[in-house]
């Protein structure tokens, strides 16, 4: 299992674990299959402040990365 913060960046998740944007994409993150858009908003955007954004609860957020070997800790 992999812990990551859902405080880091989604551009620093996804440089650090590229599996990580296929999750994204399947929670409604798809913007982050647009280098533009991972380069500029993925930059300042958090797992955390997206899944606010995208109206997300934790838990959900929490639960899909586990199935995908990842722990989402704060």
């Given at each position: 299992?992999?812990?990551?913060n859902?405080?880091?960046?989604?551009?620093?998740?996804?440089?650090?674990?590229?599996?990580?944007?296929e999750?994204?994409?399947?929670?409604?993150?798809?913007?982050?299959?647009?280098?533009?858009?991972?380069?500029?908003?993925?930059?300042?955007?958090?797992?955390?402040?997206?899944?606010?954004?995208?109206?997300?609860?934790?838990?959900?957020?929490?639960?899909?990365?586990?199935?995908?070997?990842?722990?989402?800790?704060?």
């Amino acid at each position: 299992m992999i812990k990551i913060n859902i405080n880091e960046t989604v551009y620093s998740l996804v440089t650090k674990y590229p599996n990580i944007k296929e999750v994204m994409v399947t929670l409604g993150f798809s913007q982050i299959t647009n280098p533009i858009s991972l380069q500029t908003i993925g930059k300042i955007m958090t797992l955390k402040k997206g899944a606010k954004v995208k109206q997300l609860d934790i838990a959900s957020l929490q639960e899909a990365f586990l199935a995908h070997g990842y722990i989402l800790e704060e």
